[in-house]
């Protein structure tokens, strides 16, 4: 699987693509993606890096969204619940998800150079899941968070 955020890319076309692919799932699920709650997700998007909340509260009302924490909050809330956007527990941020329609363990490579995080698949058949089954232990969730140097980073540091 390719990794999106270190890589040149057509970064409109991701937006849009990562837009409109959560648009239809909560048109499927008839989940309610308000005005709030999408554009945080592009916000995310657009940025292609962890943000905290309270990165997202400053950008939103430079914008003069009336925004106040908890809405920004109750969005990421629903955005992680719904797998739209994930926590890197790390940083105590979110980063939008890069294939939101697919049931995955992210997996994320985060750049300590410019804090740039790229999501990558997890290979799915997981030897983690069956050492855990082996020991009696049933995982529910799985944190991968592998921290470097993205390549830009690393060609400033030569
Ligand atoms: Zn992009
Ligand atoms: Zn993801
Ligand atoms: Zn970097």
């Not at 994320?108 to 150079?113: H, M, N, Q, S, T």
């Given at each position: 699987m390719e990794s999106i955020g270190f890589s040149q890319h057509d970064h409109t076309a991701c937006v849009n693509g990562g837009l409109k692919a959560v648009e239809n799932t909560c048109a499927d699920k008839g989940l309610r993606l308000t005005k709030g709650r999408r554009r945080v997700l592009e916000i995310l998007l657009q940025e292609h890096r962890a943000m905290g909340a309270y990165d997202i509260l400053g950008l939103l009302s430079d914008e003069g969204f009336a925004s106040q924490p908890p809405v920004v909050y109750r969005a990421l809330d629903f955005l992680t619940e719904h797998g739209f956007v994930h926590k890197v527990e790390k940083l105590n941020a979110y980063v939008a998800c890069t294939h939101p329609t697919d049931q995955h363990t992210p997996v994320?490579?985060?750049?300590?150079?410019c804090d740039t995080v790229a999501e990558t698949g997890m290979p799915t058949r997981s030897g983690l899941k069956d050492a855990a089954s082996d020991m009696?232990?049933?995982?529910?969730?799985?944190?991968?968070?592998?921290?470097?140097?993205?390549?830009?980073?690393?060609?400033?540091?030569t």
């Open positions: 994320f490579l985060i750049c300590r150079g009696g232990f049933e995982i529910e969730k799985t944190v991968v968070e592998a921290e470097g140097l993205c390549p830009s980073c690393q060609g400033q540091a």
